[in-house]
């Protein structure tokens, strides 16, 4: 019985330990914005960026310095210059979505995204849509 107890003691806490996360939400509105958001540990970790601006840079990394659970990364941006990164290792899922709309004179509109995701049992996915004006 004593046994019974303390398995469902560890099946407990590993349960809480699946269910913790790093949750990071950023809004920039401005001539020139710049985000960086890591997130580390076993935990599912999820990122939301928003940037509205001339030049906008944004970076996410998930547990590239200790690996998630899962990750859950969305950028979306609107400027004359966009620039996105994400890179992601998780143990389960990685899903990306990059969403850049530039507008302006042609000479300068720039969009550039670039995603890396290693999965150890999961499933990686990642969407990027790039729209010029």
Known sequence: MRKLFF???AVLALSSAAQA??????????LANGSSVTQNGLTNSTSSTSQLGLVNNASTMQGTGA?????????TQ?????TATTGQV???NNTSAITQDSFGPAALQNNSAGVGQ???FGVNGST????AH
């Open 7 to 9: 398995a469902s003691v």
């Open 21 to 30: 996360a790093n949750t990071s939400t950023t809004v920039q509105v401005g």
């Open 67 to 75: 690996a998630s659970l899962n990750n859950g990364s969305t950028v």
């Open 78 to 82: 609107v400027g004359v210059q966009n």
């Open 90 to 92: 998780a143990f389960g």
């Open 118 to 120: 290693l999965s150890v």
């Open 128 to 131: 990027v849509t790039q729209t």
